[in-house]
């Protein structure tokens, strides 16, 4: 049901906004989509049935990122992971272990935080 919507490059958090919301109210929020339903497939089906061709409505927040983008941003972080020097050894240390993952995942953060 869902493929369509991968397809066309819809993030998840675009799925969940356009489930939410109807394209022509998207100040009004829809409620639950599934509590009650007989049928909640149907349902989420029909929501975002009325988001058809108008990913451009959604909000820049929860719209998808360019692919090419996304693929740039992966290079990015693979050359900075793949250099010798940052790449943390694993010691034996359960302790120093959690440390190493902790400042592995700041680092890559960081990185995101500063890709254009």
Known sequence: MLARWWH???SVAGLLYAIDHHPDR???SRG???R???DPLAVIGHRLAAW???EH???AAV???DPDERRRRAARLAEQFNEPAQQPRCTGSTTIGRQQARELFASAQRARRAAP
């Open 32 to 34: 639950d989509a599934i």
């Open 63 to 65: 719209q998808a990122v």
């Open 36 to 38: 009650g339903a007989r």
């Open 26 to 28: 998207p100040g009004e």
């Open 52 to 54: 058809t061709g108008r």
């Open 57 to 59: 409505e959604l909000p």
């Open 8 to 10: 066309s490059a819809w």
